[in-house]
């Protein structure tokens, strides 16, 4: 099976831009998580979808949103895009809900904010 | 707050020895513990988990110990290789769900041929 794909792998947006980030997962996983990874705070949980509904969400603003299709296809967005809001944004699919443990990461989007 | 961490930042070993990494976790109700690893490049990797039932889990070249007494994880590799450099997280939870799960800062391991 092909991994989860997450486009673009790279990006450079400007303070006060939004910024579209995308994530394909595994073929079957209905699961998609997403997940911010900062040298200073280290991996922190976004939010997770399931069947397109919204199951988890972690303490982020709300600038901060996603949805999920019904291909499990999962689109998170970033408004007003903040410098601290440079970082690695990576999403992860499961064929679990809060599968913790049966996770499967993509590479991930480098975002950074100028 | 609770929190994760881990005791060393770096660890630098001989291909061919074996590798410990720590990690120390302070919230006793965590019944859930994971180890990533993460390659240059590319998002965290599964490598093992472990219960707070038990206290010992062996995988491939891997083996994840528990203390709960004084809350510490550790990772084990043996014969360590040049393609396990790279950084390793542990991570601990109450449960599955995802927004229970804290990650810790990530030891880099780098191993000298």
């Known amino acids: 099976k092909a991994g989860v794909t997450q486009t673009p792998r790279y990006l450079i947006k400007t303070r006060g831009q939004q910024v579209t980030l995308s994530c394909s997962p595994i073929s079957g996983h209905r699961s998609v998580s997403w997940y911010q990874q900062t040298p200073g705070q280290g991996l922190q949980f976004l939010f997770e979808?399931?069947?397109?509904?919204?199951?988890n969400k972690g303490n982020f603003p709300g600038r901060f949103s996603g949805r999920q299709f019904s291909n499990s296809r999962s689109e998170m967005n970033v408004s007003t895009l903040e410098l601290g809001d440079s970082a690695l944004y990576l999403c992860?699919?499961?064929?679990?809900?809060?599968?913790?443990?049966?996770?499967?990461f993509g590479p991930g989007t480098r975002l950074t904010v100028t | 707050g609770e929190s994760v961490g881990l005791h060393l930042p770096t660890l630098s070993v001989q291909e061919g020895d074996n590798s410990i990494i720590n990690c120390a976790y302070s919230?006793?109700?965590?019944?859930?513990f994971i180890w990533y690893k993460q390659e240059s490049g590319k998002g965290p990797q599964f490598i093992i988990d472990i219960r707070s039932n038990m206290d010992k889990r062996q995988g491939q070249r891997v083996t994840v110990l528990l203390n709960k007494t004084v809350k510490h994880l550790s990772l084990q590799i043996a014969a360590t290789q040049p393609g396990d450099s790279a950084v390793y997280f542990c991570a601990e939870s109450e449960g599955t769900s995802y927004d229970k799960v804290i990650f810790g800062p990530g030891t880099s391991l780098s191993v000298i041929p």
């Open positions: 919230n006793s109700a965590s019944d859930y």
């Open positions: 992860a699919s499961s064929p679990l809900i809060g599968g913790a443990g049966e996770q499967y």
């Open positions: 979808y399931f069947s397109e509904t919204q199951r």
